[in-house]
């Protein structure tokens, strides 16, 4: 199992150097579009409105925009040092808790904890206590650059990091439009409720429930692979240098217009003097005349003497 982050659980005086592995995996079926007209994967760049172009990665940098269009820029170097001081905590675990007063809505995702090297009895001990008292713990701790609140429990005799939305990430259920109030409810009707809901009581097996749509939408794309119904997406034209060459001219000349309206009024003057000097040449080659060239004079004829 991949192991996504390397550190060590703190409570007391006690230091558990541990791993952290996914629990869970995104099992969605992902779909690529493409374009219709030649079934060619639609590709997604990174274009500034501004300077019209595709702006690389290293030309990249973070901001917060605190009102529309306006930004407060923070480096990596801010972002390092803040990472740095809340890395050093590693995970702490400031509180134990009973299971049940923590809100299933206040969960998010699930890792699993694996003891590092020299960690395999300070685990166990933290995985025994939790059992025998019923507790679980409340800890910070940092995962891909943002701290978070997380729980630490046991799961099938293995340490589980179960993060915790804080308090303002939790809409105000009160914001939830269109509750209806308390009312009087007819007691046939719940207690036919109440028949319904005994007679669908069981244990929960996870085994049982399936992902109908992704099973069908998976036999479908084996189906039309089985029946050779794909498509290759068709390889980019390459254009030859010329046409580039050609491309970057006039695409920087265009960028020039909008950047510099002096250089577009001086092109505009120069078109206009280079129209009227191709005007005048034309007017004088009609003025000039070229002259005739003489007929050739005819030989005479001499009369032969009898």
């Not at 009895?121 to 025994?128: E, V």
């Not at 940092?142 to 429990?153: D, H, P, T, V």
């Not at 950047?259 to 080659?285: L, Q, R, W, Y």
Request: aromatic content about 6%; proline content about 5%.
């Amino acid at each position: 199992m991949h192991t996504m982050w390397k550190g060590s659980i703190s409570f007391g005086l006690v230091n558990i150097p541990v791993k952290l592995h996914a629990a869970t995996e995104n099992k969605d079926v992902r779909l690529r579009q493409l374009h219709k007209e030649c079934q060619s994967p639609i590709k997604y760049e990174k274009i500034c409105p501004v300077c019209d172009k595709e702006v690389e990665n290293d030309e990249i940098v973070k901001a917060y925009e605190y009102a529309k269009n306006k930004f407060v820029m923070i480096s990596d170097e801010e972002l390092a040092e803040i990472k740095e001081e809340q890395t050093d905590r590693a995970v702490e675990i400031v509180d134990f808790v009973q299971l049940d007063e923590i809100d299933p809505i206040y969960f998010e995702k699930s890792y699993y904890l694996s003891p590092n090297e020299g960690g395999a009895k300070a685990y166990s001990l933290l995985r025994k206590a939790l059992k025998d008292t019923g507790k679980i713990g409340v800890a910070n701790m940092m995962i891909r650059s943002k701290q978070q609140l997380a729980a630490i429990r046991v799961y099938e005799n293995t340490l589980v990091v179960e993060t915790i939305h804080y308090p303002d990430e939790v809409r105000n259920v009160q914001d939830v439009p269109n509750v209806p109030e308390e009312t009087e409810t007819p007691e046939k009707e719940l207690d036919t409720a109440k028949m319904l809901i005994d007679q669908l009581t069981s244990e929960f097996d996870p085994e049982k429930y399936k992902d109908n749509y992704r099973e069908s939408l998976l036999e479908l794309i084996d189906e039309k692979k089985d029946q050779d119904d794909v498509t290759t997406a068709k390889e980019k034209p390459v254009k030859n240098n010329v046409t580039n060459l050609m491309d970057a001219l006039e695409a920087s000349l265009d960028r020039a217009k909008k950047t510099n309206p002096a250089a577009e009024k001086k092109e505009t003057a120069g078109k206009k003097a280079t129209a009227t000097a191709e005007k005048k040449e034309a007017s004088t080659k009609k003025k000039v005349t070229t002259p005739k060239k003489a007929a050739p004079k005819k030989k005479k004829e001499t009369k032969k003497q009898a």
